[in-house]
C-alpha cells in the first residue's frame, strides 16, 4: 500500500466536516492532485436516509468521488466489523490509484476502527441471543447495572439507555473472560500513517445550529422521508429504526409523540451525541484543531491543505502516534474547549 497519508476529518455533528473534505479535495484537484472521500458516519450508509443524517446530495459533491455512502438497506444491521473490512479496501484502492483519501464523519468508534490497528472481540451467537432475550424482558437497566459491576470503565463509556451497546459490551466482556476477546489495544498503532483534522465550535454557538438544524430537518420532510422508509422495512430495521431523527419521525407517524415532541426529543438527543462525540475526538492524540469560528470555510480548507504540505516536507510526519503514545517530534494540538 502506499505510503502516502490518509486524511482524516473529525469533529461533533454540525461543525462542517462534510464542507471541509470537498473543499480540501477541490484545492487539491485545482493544483492537479486527485482526492476521493470515504465516509465514516454510520448512519450515512444506508440507503434512503437522507435528510435525516445530513447527506450531501450528488449534485452536491462537486464531482469528487465518495465512498460508503448508501451501501445498506434500511433492514440491514450496521457491523463496526464490517465496515472497518469495507473503508480499508476503499482507501487501499484510492491509494493504489494516487489519490488522497479522505476519511469523513463523526461516528467515533466506525473513525476509530479504520484509524488505528483496531481488533474485534469474536461473537458467539448464543450468549447474544440470551443477553438479547434478558434486555427485552428486563430493559437496559439491570444488565448496564451488570456491565458496570464486571467492566467499570467501559460501563462508563456507554449510555444507560443504549440497550444494543450494552449487550454487545457484556458479551465482549464474557467472552474476554473464556479466552476469546480480543480489541483495542491500551497503546494502538496506526493502520496507516495519518493526518488528523478536528474541527470544533463554541459549545453554545453549537447548540443553536444543531437546534435549528433538526427544526429545518422537518421543514425539509424528515417524516416524509422516514414514511416512504417503512415501506422498505425501516421499522425491522435494528440500527436504522434507532437512529437520532428517524426514531421520532417514526414515533410522531405512529401517534406516540407529535411535532412538537418528536423535535424537542431529537434536539435533546442530538445535543447529547454531540457531547460524545467532543469526549471521543478530544482523546485522540497529534489532531490539528481548527475553531471554526475562528476562521471561514475557505481558509479552514486551505489550512488544512498547509498541513497536508507540512505532513510531506517532514521527515518525521510519517511516524504520527496513536492515542496513548508520545512523539517528541509532533507538535502538541490544542484540544477543543466545547
Request: net charge neutral; aromatic share 4%.
Amino acid at each position: 500500500m502506499s505510503r502516502a497519508p490518509l486524511l482524516v476529518i473529525v469533529g461533533a455533528t454540525g461543525t462542517g466536516k462534510t464542507d471541509l473534505a470537498i473543499g480540501l479535495a477541490e484545492l487539491l484537484r485545482d493544483r492537479g492532485e486527485r482526492a476521493e472521500i470515504v465516509n465514516a458516519d454510520a448512519m450515512q450508509l444506508y440507503r434512503g436516509m437522507d435528510i435525516g443524517t445530513a447527506k450531501v446530495p450528488a449534485e452536491g459533491r462537486r464531482g469528487i468521488p465518495h465512498h460508503l455512502l448508501d451501501v445498506l438497506d434500511v433492514t440491514d444491521e450496521a457491523s463496526v466489523a464490517a465496515y472497518q473490512r469495507d473503508a480499508r479496501a476503499a482507501i487501499e484502492t484510492v491509494l493504489a490509484r494516487g489519490a488522497v483519501p479522505i476519511l469523513v464523519g463523526g461516528s467515533g468508534l466506525y473513525v476509530s476502527s479504520v484509524v488505528y490497528d483496531f481488533r474485534f472481540p469474536g461473537r458467539d451467537r448464543e450468549l447474544r441471543a440470551r443477553l438479547e432475550a434478558e434486555l427485552a424482558e428486563q430493559g437496559p437497566g439491570l444488565l448496564y447495572a451488570r456491565l458496570r459491576a464486571a467492566d467499570p470503565a467501559t460501563a462508563a463509556k456507554l449510555d444507560p439507555a443504549n440497550g444494543r451497546r450494552i449487550v454487545r459490551a457484556l458479551e465482549i466482556h464474557e467472552l474476554a473472560e473464556l479466552g476469546h476477546g480480543a480489541a483495542l489495544p491500551e497503546s494502538p498503532r496506526l493502520w496507516h500513517p495519518s493526518l488528523l483534522i478536528g474541527l470544533t465550535t463554541p459549545r453554545e454557538l453549537l447548540v443553536q445550529r444543531l437546534d435549528a438544524r433538526v427544526r429545518s430537518m422537518w421543514a425539509a420532510g424528515l417524516v416524509d422521508e422516514a414514511d416512504g422508509l417503512r415501506a422498505a422495512g425501516i421499522e425491522r430495521g435494528v440500527t436504522a429504526s434507532r437512529a437520532i431523527g428517524y426514531a421520532q419521525a417514526l414515533a410522531q407517524l405512529r401517534g406516540e409523540l407529535d411535532e412538537g415532541e418528536a423535535i424537542a426529543q431529537t434536539q435533546a438527543l442530538t445535543r447529547r451525541y454531540a457531547r460524545r462525540q467532543v469526549s471521543w475526538f478530544k482523546r485522540y492524540e497529534h489532531v490539528a484543531w481548527l475553531d471554526t469560528e475562528a476562521v471561514d470555510a475557505s481558509q479552514r480548507a486551505h489550512a488544512a491543505v498547509d498541513r497536508l504540505d507540512e505532513w510531506r516536507s517532514s521527515s518525521t510526519s510519517a511516524r504520527v502516534t496513536a492515542p496513548g503514545t508520545t512523539s517528541s517530534s509532533s507538535p502538541t494540538p490544542t484540544a477543543p474547549s466545547s
